[in-house]
Nanobody
Framework: QVQLVESGGGLVQPGGSLRLSCAAS????????MGWYRQAPGKQREVVAH???????DYADSVKGRFTISRDNVKNTVYLQMNSLKPEDTAIYYC????????WGQGTQVTVSS
């Protein structure tokens, strides 16, 4: 079964950038559409971006033009480049399948604060 490990979070000032990574175990990673999700305190988990196994990408309106999702099927890794970060981007970020959920990883904390 695929296991997901997120990394790359941290504390960043407004306007800053971070690059998140999600390493997946298992060679079947390439067949999944993958997504990045986030959950802020007191809020439900939401989809931030997703990328299909053919490379189609889509984003939540709140992050369009600021975030970029990408994947490397050789490395079994999906990335989220986050630019122009805002305090409202503060959340725990998770990756997971988009059309089929896998067991959730531990996530990585992103805090945007001055």
């Amino acid at each position: 079964q695929v296991q997901l490990v997120e990394s790359g979070g941290g504390l960043v000032q407004p306007g800053g950038s971070l690059r998140l990574s999600c390493a997946a175990s298992g060679s079947i990673f390439s067949i999944y559409s993958m997504g990045w999700y986030r959950q802020a305190p007191g809020k439900q988990r939401e989809v931030v971006a997703h990328v299909s196994n053919s490379g189609y990408k889509d984003y939540a309106d709140s992050v369009k033009g600021r975030f970029t999702i990408s994947r490397d099927n050789v490395k079994n890794t999906v990335y989220l480049q986050m630019n122009s970060l805002k305090p409202e981007d503060t959340a725990i970020y998770y990756c997971n399948g988009f059309t089929q959920l896998l067991p959730w990883g531990q996530g990585t904390q992103v805090t945007v604060s001055s």
